[in-house]
């Protein structure tokens, strides 16, 4: 399969750059494949296409602040976004620029909160970053990092959890499973009375995200390898749905 074939033209003024007030009512775009039709909907008319049994899959893994920006020792502007926790303060981190940033560079962020020292160079560009601070490491992201947009946003995001889905719990991406930001606990509650069930499943979002294919045939494409978790209770929530004979459906990025 060529990579072409999946260029298409999205002109830029169609790109939404703040969200929506509210979450449920952006836009939704139906498509039945066997009547070969499209329909234009709003994001909470998605409770009509869903049935009592279904089960609808959730990911809840929850973006960390993850966009670092930060000064060498020779003043120079750097930019580190955090992919993965290898183990304790040591992470896997894109930097830019990358050229500029080799094998013990020290990097100081949020005037001094934050410090990181470059340990290696991983596979792919990559960096193995050893970050060291007073405090706990997670309440120094809140104050000085920020949520690592995709780079078609443009805009300040000026409320963090706009870039989380209303149901993230558990720490660990780089990026929002974005397809969820659109569901509200009313929506849910309003699933629920139907009769669809939930369960949830924890994909940490990783550099695969931010990659893009360079392979001319898509197959030969590298996928990077995330971190997930599933729960023994969901797991016996989705296998009920199957032996019912109902519907399983994933909210996955951009499709359900």
């Known amino acids: 399969m060529k990579l072409e074939e999946f260029d298409y033209n999205l002109p830029e ?27 234009d909907k709003v994001f909470k008319d998605i409770i009509d296409y869903l049935e009592p049994g ?25 930019e580190f976004v955090l992919l993965k926790q290898i183990e304790g303060d040591i992470w896997e981190s894109i930097v830019r620029p990358g050229n500029k940033l080799h094998i013990g560079t020290k990097v100081i962020f949020g005037d001094g909160l934050l410090e990181a020292e470059i340990l290696d160079i991983m596979p792919g560009g990559t960096r193995k970053v050893e970050f060291h601070y007073n405090g706990i490491f997670n309440e120094i992201l809140d104050q000085i990092g920020l949520m690592p947009l995709p780079p078609y946003i443009h805009e300040e995001l000026k409320q963090n959890d706009r870039y989380q889905t209303v149901y993230a719990k558990y720490e ?85």
Request: charged share 35%; aromatic share 4%; glycine share 6%.
């Open 13 to 39: 003024e169609l790109i939404a750059q703040v969200p929506i007030q509210k979450r449920d009512e952006s836009r939704l775009m139906v498509v039945d494949r066997e009547k070969r039709t499209i329909e």
């Open 172 to 256: 660990g991406s780089a990026a929002a499973p974005t397809a969820g930001l659109h569901f509200t606990p009313e929506l849910f509650e309003k699933l629920k009375q139907k009769g669809v069930k939930i369960a949830n499943v924890t994909l940490h979002v990783g550099i695969g995200t931010f990659r893009p294919v360079k392979e001319d045939e898509v197959e030969k494409h590298e996928m990077h390898s995330e971190h997930f978790y599933i729960k023994q209770e969901d797991v016996d929530i989705i296998n009920k749905a199957k032996e019912e004979g109902h519907r399983v459906i994933a909210v996955r990025d951009n499709v359900m």
């Open 54 to 78: 279904d089960c609808l899959v959730r990911n809840n893994t929850k973006v960390i602040p993850a966009r670092l920006y930060g000064k060498k020792d020779t003043g120079a502007n750097v």
